[in-house]
């Protein structure tokens, strides 16, 4: 029988507090984690208050309840750069970069939002948004619509419940069905497309990356001018889709996971 570890009850307690938030989407308050942790709220207070301090919280002053800081989002995106996913995919998606001289993003999920974990970009190339550590729309780019076509329809909605569908231009999708039309056909084709969705003049052609699971862990996508994009769609799309495959064969996936 593996021995058990002794736990420091403190930090445990700390870890429970952050925990919640892997549930819930809402801020919390003292009453509400004694509540949930069956801990007096004298012990939580003390607790929170440090975890504040140290950032790991973050305090709306309006309410008095907490939401997750800083501290842990760095903490993510350091954790997030350094994965084997990363490592795996920059040398893929330097190569497709350089092969259209466009930047090409790497997004995951974390939490309910998308995160731009890796960005790539042509040489003297004026910076231009989304960079590293953005969060970006979910219906309006590739990368949300690749990442959230393959969740679990139980999760998906959940997040999609109260998700304001934003119209950023003309182009962007407006509602809910429409959004789970274009979800099933991304899913269906395996790549997405954004028409100048999120900002005018800049389209994208995008990717799944699959894991040794078969579960997708991340979305990639070629952005740039929509006039290039669209006057060289097919041979992207024919990349995008060698380049997912051999991101995710790569990972361990194989197509009979």
């Not at 099933?184 to 894991?211: M, Q, T, W």
Request: aromatic residues 8%.
């Amino acid at each position: 029988m593996a021995k058990q570890k002794r736990l420091i009850q403190s930090i445990k307690r700390a870890s429970d507090i952050l925990g919640i938030f892997i549930q819930e989407k809402r801020t919390m308050g003292i009453t509400d984690f004694a509540a949930r942790l069956n801990l007096p709220k004298t012990t939580i207070s003390s607790i929170v208050q440090t975890l504040e301090a140290l950032k790991f919280l973050e305090k709306d002053h309006i309410t008095s309840k907490y939401r997750l800081g800083p501290a842990l989002f760095q903490l993510g995106m350091k954790y997030a750069t350094n994965m084997d996913l990363v490592i795996i995919a920059r040398a893929w998606m330097e190569r497709l970069c350089f092969q259209f001289m466009e930047p090409v993003n790497v997004g995951m999920l974390v939490g309910d939002r998308v995160i731009v974990v890796l960005r790539v970009e042509p040489e003297n190339r004026f910076m231009v948004f989304p960079q590293a550590g953005s969060v970006i729309p979910i219906h309006t780019t590739c990368i949300g619509k690749i990442l959230f076509a393959h969740m679990p329809a139980g999760e998906r909605n959940g997040i999609l419940r109260d998700y304001p569908f934003e119209k950023l231009t003309r182009n962007s999708i407006g509602d809910h069905e429409s959004f789970i039309k274009e979800l099933e056909r991304v899913a269906r084709e395996g790549i997405a497309f954004d028409n100048e969705e999120s900002i005018v003049g800049l389209a994208g052609i995008g990717g799944p990356i699959f894991n040794y699971t078969g579960q997708v862990v991340a979305g990639f996508v070629i952005t740039g001018e929509a006039e290039h994009i669209r006057r060289d769609r097919d041979r992207m799309a024919a990349s995008v889709r060698y380049t997912s495959s051999q991101v995710s064969l790569q990972l361990g996936y194989s197509s009979k996971t």
